[in-house]
């Protein structure tokens, strides 16, 4: 997932707000990258499109469950957090002649805020980043099915070489005679990264099921270990800091703890609005201000023993 993890989210003093907002105490670092920005001394950062998507099963005796990453500590984005598949946009993510079945991509524009080129580059990104990721693969020979297994050699040379951008998703696509299955797919969140931050992304959210026959990666190039759990109780590890997690991630992940099934899921009706964190001076500290509808208590920071383990 892509949501800009800067020191302020490894730092061993970031604390929770004691005030009226909710949000965290920046480090002190940040006070002048705030005066800088207030002033005009400073530009804030392009937010770079990126999709990520939850991925979801029902699991005969768990319920609901919910596929996650963690991801290396050598990753210089969101070291040792879990997070859902998902990466930033690719240009050609957006080519018009790959197969579609599905809501077409203006569709996708009016429930993301975006027009339909960039809605068609978001829904290929989640596509092609969680088959990069784990190799689940919502695409299919024909408008209606779905590939059963893409474990095997040549499906990894495929991926590797989507990985090193020798090969297009659309290549890929038409190359094995696929269609990619947009209908799989439901969006469900945006969230963007705070201006006060040196790299940022804008993130649209989506949810799928998993694919009867498909098995997803057990630990890919960009993470160390996965998991197959509860919504409700990844969110709970994520807000007592167990396991290290962005705020949209939590987010994600307690919205989803309200549903039973992957079908009660998928049937949810959502009204989506982008949703970006503030930074704030309060008490002469910076604080990052969090929606109030994150679920609480919030996660400490995660430190850099936290990343390591």
Known sequence: MAFGMSEWARHENH??????????????????????????????????????????????????QVFLMRRVRSMAFAPGAYVFPGGAVDPRDGDAALAWSGPPP???GTAFGADETLARELVCAAVR???????????????????????????????LALLDRSLSFGEFLDRRGLVLRADLLRPWAHWVTPRIEPKRYDT??????????????DVSTEADRVAWVRPAEAAERGASGEWPMLPPTIATLAELAEFGTV?????????????????????????????????????????EDAARE
Not at 42 to 48: D, G, L, N, V
Not at 131 to 159: H, I, K, N, S, Y
């Open 263 to 303: 079908a009660d899921v998928l049937a949810a009706r959502r009204e989506i609005a982008p949703v970006e964190p503030t930074a704030k001076i309060v008490d002469g500290d910076v604080y990052l201000v969090l929606p109030e509808a994150l679920p609480e208590p919030l996660p400490e920071a995660l430190s």
């Open 15 to 64: 604390e929770p707000v004691e005030t009226t907002v909710t949000g965290f105490k920046l480090p002190a670092s940040f006070r002048a990258r705030f005066e800088e920005l207030r002033s005009g001394r400073a530009e804030i950062a392009p937010a770079r499109h990126a999709a990520t998507v939850a991925v979801l099963r029902d699991h005969d005796r768990h319920g609901l």
């Open 204 to 217: 649209r959210f989506f949810v799928a099921a998993m694919p009867d026959g498909q098995r997803a990666r």
């Open 106 to 108: 203006a569709e996708w």
């Open 129 to 159: 980043e969680t088959f990069e990721e784990t190799l689940v693969l919502l695409a299919g020979p024909t408008a209606g099915t779905v590939v059963d297994d893409t474990r095997g050699d040549a499906w990894e040379a495929d991926r």
